[in-house]
Structures are given as structure tokens and as C-alpha cells.
């Protein structure tokens, strides 16, 4: 059973940074899709960034040059740099697997992606 873990989440003034992490256990197999989404308060849920078992990233314009989504394979962990942030980026952040192929995530769609962590809140003040 995959268990997705968040963590890292605070609440920090604009252009400040946070680094989210995801703990990932389960997972047997060795490609994989990594989705970071967010959901803030009456909004839908987004895609932020995608990270793929070879390392390979995309990334939601809204976030492009500013956040970073990098993998640990040897500590089985995710995580999301987030810097230069700004109060737009406040909500809810999610680690979901998604499915791939041959180690390329397929699917930016959050209902594609089967196993969700608990989230972690990120607030950004002006």
C-alpha cells in the first residue's frame, strides 16, 4: 500500500522560502510519477509540479523559475524548494503517485493520480 507523507508546510511573509518534503513508502515500483498539487481555500485543486522516477520536472507557469521539485531515491523522499513566495501561492499542499511509462509521468490531471498524502498548509502573508 503507498503512503504519501507531507511535510514542511508554515506560514512565512512574500519572498520568503519553504522546502516541502513527501515521504514515500510503497511504491514497488522503480518508474514512477510524483505530482505536487495545491488547493487553496474555494478554489480548485492545481497542479504545481510533476517529478518522474528519472528526475525529470514541469512545472505550472505560475510556479516556473521559482519552485523546484527534486527526489531523494536513497531517503524514498520528494521535495518541493518554494522560494520567492507570494500570497497567491497560500493553500493546501498535496504529494500524489501518478501513473507512468517507462518512467515519464503521463497525466498532469489530479484525478489521474490514485494516492494522496494528508497535505501540508502553506500560508504566505503580504
Known amino acids: 500500500q503507498v503512503q504519501l507523507v507531507e511535510s514542511g508546510g508554515g506560514s512565512v511573509q512574500a519572498g520568503g522560502s519553504l522546502r516541502l518534503s513527501c515521504s514515500a513508502s510503497?511504491?514497488?515500483?522503480?518508474?514512477?510519477?510524483i505530482g505536487w498539487f495545491r488547493q487553496g481555500t474555494g478554489k480548485q485543486r492545481e497542479g504545481v509540479a510533476l517529478?518522474?522516477?528519472?528526475?525529470?520536472?514541469k512545472y505550472a507557469d505560475s510556479v516556473k523559475g521559482r519552485f523546484t521539485a527534486s527526489k531523494d531515491t536513497a531517503k524514498n523522499t520528494l521535495y518541493l524548494q518554494m522560494d520567492s513566495l507570494k500570497p497567491e501561492d497560500t493553500a493546501m499542499y498535496y504529494c500524489?503517485?501518478?501513473?507512468?511509462?517507462?518512467?515519464?509521468?503521463?497525466?498532469?490531471?489530479?484525478?489521474?493520480?490514485?494516492?494522496w498524502g494528508q497535505g501540508t498548509q502553506v500560508t504566505v502573508s503580504s
Open positions: 500524489a503517485l501518478g501513473p507512468s511509462y517507462q518512467g515519464r509521468c503521463l497525466s498532469e490531471r489530479p484525478n489521474a493520480f490514485s494516492a
Open positions: 510503497g511504491i514497488t515500483s522503480s518508474a514512477y510519477c
Open positions: 517529478v518522474d522516477s528519472d528526475g525529470r520536472t
